[in-house]
């Protein structure tokens, strides 16, 4: 038998929804879903989430094709009407995936997510720092525009920029290049007058093969101090004391008693050394030794100082060099080369010796020796010395008696087996405080664990002893009124790594170009007419309506060790207006704000996570901040896909109905008759 339907209503007739309803339309927006989920697959193991996000999930294409997707489905459903029994499992898993792709729309578009770092003690916060660097500009009509600004992987040139288009005076800005590393460095200006002084001076060693140099600004918190790790320098107004010294004078002078500063242990009668035993013990020491100077580092690791002097012959004929061994009145040579990495016995004792490595051109580098080259231009080896021994020194001589390697990037040295990290207290020992006069004039004070205590006048280009291994300082250049002034620029080294990214921007304005790298985390200012403009990079924040402060910090540990199982933060959350709770969040536990149950189910409350903590700083914690609107659609979208695909295929009524259902278009020969659509059943 055979029913005849109404006509269809001519809605369903026209070119537009026969497109949107085509089949053929779904099958290309899910292909290319399909392509995009493997490609952000990809990109974020290959690279990160940060490039799969930017170019896939976050990117406005994305959007854009799942709104035509939530339209095809819409459609495709409106297609079926008027709607029967057997169409109810179809339109329950199109309704499903309706609503979970509103979901997931609502959440992109109005959902918040990012961090926020508290610190003990701070007031509260309410700036959330999200995933996506942001170009601001703090225009000359005083409005402050925001662009986003990702240059992953299809940075910017000089040839092909980014425009941003006309600022408030008529001028343009652009993106012109993009660096994966900045490096920022102090470049005082002078002025006429005001400001603040500023010294620019370099140290530098023989033995480390080091040299750095820096500007310091008089009194400023953060331009004030140069931080070493074996000692720190500062920059402050006014004169030093009355120059006098505890130790003779070494630092004013420029003399030295080379065993005072290389911290040699002087070969004397062991029933007379200090703090030494007279007994036989378990000995292990490490000694750094240099081709080119004849002071060398120790460190003792158990037992006491073996008394062992070693000099370095420097490399011939391509070979490592040799070392010579002194030690109990007695000397012996080894070939670097033949040796290396081998344990030998010295002649009579119960000590072996070892070479432990060897740099051909050494340096040190982010905290670790490296050797620049293979060709011998400052040969260093390090050897242990290890055995059964009467020790000179004690290691707690040794560890004020012997000096240790420090990294050029400020950190604790990490040579295997030469010297212990340093800490705070070491630093506080080595200590250099520079002082500016009204007049220009320059003078010091100089704290030593060597030379100890020191102050006198300082002249421009005249080395100062500091008693730190062979450390000399000179100050160079001097500005008697200066601004803060930073220079970046691309960089190329192996601390690469450890720097922010910058952008290269330009600013056209009547006829004059201005252009210069901006670092992420600084601001410029470009001196367009009639007003200055500000612009910075960096990561995009947003205020909350809530604010943060944290209250505790908490680390458990495992049971005999040090290792964290677990950290909790205390935190209290107010709002302007005057609402404040406090609750705590640790791994997979967050704290939500506000807690009623309308806001939770309505995704109008903010989710605190634990994100991540700082070992060095237990008064550090960072929260993530999770708001999602759409988090209840999705629920429910994924809930009715699950029965619509259930009714479908294992809902018996359903599906013989669906299943037995077969459907024709048949078309009268009249044009200018209706299509009818005849169910056979």
């Known amino acids: 038998m055979a029913t005849i339907s109404s006509v269809r209503p001519p809605w369903q007739r026209g070119s537009v929804f026969k497109f949107f309803a085509s089949l053929k339309l779904a099958v290309v927006l ?49 297609s079926r009407w008027p709607w029967r029994k057997h169409h109810v499992a179809f339109l329950v898993t199109h309704l499903g995936i309706i609503t979970l792709l509103t979901g997931s729309l609502i959440g992109r578009i109005f959902g918040i997510e990012g961090t926020i770092t508290l610190f003990k003690g701070d007031p509260p916060t309410n700036r959330l720092l999200i995933d996506e660097h942001q170009l601001r500009v703090h225009d000359s009509d005083g409005v402050l525009k925001g662009y986003r600004a990702e240059f992953l992987h299809r940075p910017p040139t000089p040839k092909h920029p980014r425009d941003l288009g006309k600022l408030a005076s008529g001028g343009r800005l652009s993106v012109i290049d993009y660096a994966e590393a900045i490096d920022a460095k102090l470049n005082p200006r002078p002025l006429d007058g005001g400001g603040t002084p500023a010294l620019h001076f370099t140290i530098k060693t023989a033995m480390m093969g080091q040299r750095l140099e820096s500007w310091l600004l008089a009194d400023d918190a953060q331009n004030g101090n140069f931080a070493m790790g074996l000692a720190n320098i500062e920059l402050k107004r006014g004169k030093s004391e009355i120059p006098r010294s505890v130790n003779p004078s070494p630092a004013a002078t420029g003399s030295r008693d080379p065993e005072e500063v290389t911290g040699k242990v002087s070969q004397r009668d062991p029933s007379t050394a200090f703090g030494m035993t007279t007994s036989e013990t378990d000995l292990d020491e490490s000694i750094f030794v240099f081709a080119k100077t004849p002071d060398q580092i120790t460190h003792v690791a158990k037992g006491g100082s073996t008394g062992a002097k070693i000099s370095f012959s420097p490399p011939q004929d391509g070979d490592k060099g040799q070392l010579t061994i002194s030690l109990a009145g007695k000397t012996q040579t080894l070939d670097v080369a033949q040796n290396l990495g081998k344990d030998v016995a010295i002649a009579g004792t119960q000590l072996t010796v070892r070479i432990e490595n060897y740099w051909a051109d050494f340096r040190i580098q982010d905290g670790k020796p490296v050797s620049l080259s293979d060709s011998p231009n400052n040969p260093a080896a390090v050897v242990t010395i290890r055995g059964r021994g009467i020790p000179i020194a004690t290691s707690a001589q040794n560890s004020h008696g012997t000096e240790q390697a420090v990294s050029t990037n400020g950190g604790p040295s990490t040579i295997p087996n030469i010297a212990p990290a340093m800490n705070e207290a070491n630093a506080a020992e080595n200590h250099l405080t520079l002082f500016v006069a009204d007049d220009g004039a320059i003078s ?71 252009e210069q790298w901006i670092s992420a985390g600084w601001q410029i200012t470009v001196p367009t007419l009639p007003n200055p403009i500000g612009v910075s990079y960096g990561w995009r924040s947003t205020p909350l309506p809530i604010a943060l402060e944290l209250l505790d910090f908490e680390v458990a540990r495992n049971e005999g060790s040090d290792a964290p199982a677990g950290f909790k933060s205390t935190l209290r959350v107010s709002t302007a207006e005057g609402d404040s709770a406090t609750g705590q969040c640790w791994m997979n536990h967050p704290f939500s704000f506000p807690g009623s149950w309308w806001r939770t189910w309505s995704g109008q409350t903010f989710k605190m996570s634990q994100a991540s903590w700082n070992p ?22 994924s809930l009715l896909i699950v029965t619509g695909v259930f009714l479908l295929f294992y809902v018996k009524k359903f599906r013989r109905q669906y299943a037995t259902a077969k459907t024709k278009r048949i078309v009268a020969p009249s044009p200018a008759s209706e299509a009818r659509e005849v169910a056979v059943s």
Request: no cysteine; proline share 5%; glycine share 8%.
């Open 616 to 637: 060095e700083n237990l008064g550090q914690s960072t929260i993530q901040i999770l708001r999602d609107p759409g988090w209840l659609l999705k629920w429910i979208g």
């Open 30 to 78: 899910l292909a290319v879903l399909i392509v995009a989920a493997i490609a952000g697959t990809i990109w974020e193991s290959s690279f990160d989430a940060k490039v799969a996000r930017a170019y896939v999930y976050r990117a406005p294409w994305f959007n854009l094709w799942l709104v035509l997707l939530g339209a095809n489905l819409t459609v495709s459903a409106l």
């Open 444 to 514: 010091y004070e100089l704290d030593s664990r060597k030379l100890g205590h020191s102050s006198g006048p300082l002249e421009l280009n005249k080395p100062l002893v500091t008693g730190w291994a062979d450390w000399q300082l000179l100050v160079d250049r001097s500005l008697p009124h200066a601004e803060e002034w930073m220079d970046f620029t691309p960089a190329k080294n192996d601390s690469a790594n450890q720097l922010p990214d910058g952008i290269r921007v330009r600013v056209e304005q009547n006829g004059e170009t201005y």
